[in-house]
């Protein structure tokens, strides 16, 4: 297996002393490169174990290690912020400059990166989320997606081996959240860069690597899309929809029709029943 980017491991946090878990022995790794999404539906912890893995929140029990370092650690909590990114929900509430550029180079102004390095690392950040031409306008004229692709822009910047995201497309119409996805998709695959996409958009989560579905501050189920997505009936409780191509094959199955196991996309329902009328 790759060396784990994030591991939480044995992982409880409660907000207040001898207050409600959070988030309850909770263990995960991410290893470098891959995909992972968190799935759960609001309350059910997500949030909470983003800020755990970023430092912003230390363990009350369990230990949570970036890259190798200890959370816990003082020292390291830049370090693990600069490799270990995040992108959250509303992007209103990171874009702080009055110009994109300016904007992407304020995290770098703030891990001290040389003014000379500047102008090449943000043209490149900027390129990687298709945002170069925008790169003097005022952040406040984009659109929700395009805010949020600046707001991605200032977390590559940094050069980081792992962004997590923290339903950073709730806030976006179907066009921004599909760019946005897309864009990252590419910075996974084409650098590399680990992702850890947390969402409770069922349809985001079939093209990652692996899913862990969170309910009540615990994770409840680990596996590939596959895995989780085409056993509706053991999400339900869970209170996630599977995606619509896997309810409608669990439906039809039901009904009758000898539909194969595993259909999530319409691509994959397209040629089945292809399959089937032949
Ligand atoms: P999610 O991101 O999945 O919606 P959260 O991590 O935000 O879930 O919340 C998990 C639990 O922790 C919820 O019960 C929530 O009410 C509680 N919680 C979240 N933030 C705080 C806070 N700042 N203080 C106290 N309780 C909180
Ligand atoms: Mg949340």
Known sequence: MAEPIIAVDHVSFAYEEDGPLAVRD????????????????????????????NGLYLPTEGTVTVCGMDTKADENTWEIRRRAGMVFQNPDNQLVATVVREDVAFGLENIGIPTEEMPARIEKALTDVGMLKHADKAPHLLSGGQKQRVAIAGVLAMEPEAI????????????????????????????????????????????????????????VMNGTPREIFSDVERIKPYRLDAPPMARLAAQ????????????????????????LCK
């Open 164 to 219: 997590i995201f923290d339903e950073s497309t709730a806030m976006l119409d179907p066009k921004g959240r599909r760019d946005v996805l897309k864009a990252v998709q590419r910075l996974n695959k084409e650098q590399g860069i680990t992702v850890l996409w947390i969402t409770h958009f069922m349809e985001e989560a079939v093209v990652c690597d692996q899913v862990h579905v969170m309910h009540r501050g615990q994770i």
């Open 26 to 53: 909770v263990s995960l790794q991410v290893e470098k490169g891959s995909f992972h999404a968190i799935l759960g539906q609001n309350g059910s912890g997500k949030s909470t174990l983003a800020k755990l893995i």
């Open 252 to 275: 039809l199955r039901a009904q009758g029709m000898p539909l194969k196991e595993g259909i999530l996309t319409v691509d994959e329902m397209a040629e089945e029943v292809k399959r």
